[in-house]
């Protein structure tokens, strides 16, 4: 079984930066996207950034410029610099990744969760 285990979350003044790592284990397999969604308390959540293993990446209108996604593709891992933070940066960081397995002629989509780590941006 697939598990992403995320970590680097805590409490920071605005302004500040935290690196989320998130470390996904359990599958030999090379995820075709891994990256970050947030859920800030009574929202939906929502796209942080996320790359593909073709070197894509997509960014958050809201986080383009503060926030910087890598990805060690050979590791399955993901990591997420976030500078110069926000009050409505703070929300659960939940790791993403998606596994595409073709099977003759079918394909399966897998997408897998982290547990989510906090982030809490106060003066």
């Known amino acids: 079984q697939v598990q992403l285990v995320e970590s680097g979350g805590g409490l920071v003044q605005p302004g500040g930066s935290l690196r989320l790592s998130c470390a996904a284990s359990g599958s030999i397999l090379i995820f075709n996207a891994m990256g970050w969604y947030r859920q800030a308390a009574g929202k939906e959540r929502e796209l942080v950034a996320v790359?593909?293993?073709?070197?894509?990446?997509n960014y958050a209108d809201s986080v383009k410029g503060r926030f910087t996604i890598s990805r060690d593709t050979a590791k399955n891992t993901v990591y997420l610099q976030m500078n110069n933070l926000k009050p409505e940066d703070t929300a659960v960081y939940y790791c993403y990744a998606r596994q595409l397995r073709l099977m003759g002629l079918s394909t399966k989509t897998d997408d897998y969760w982290g547990q989510g780590t906090q982030v809490t941006v106060s003066s």
């Open positions: 790359k593909g293993s073709g070197g894509s990446v």
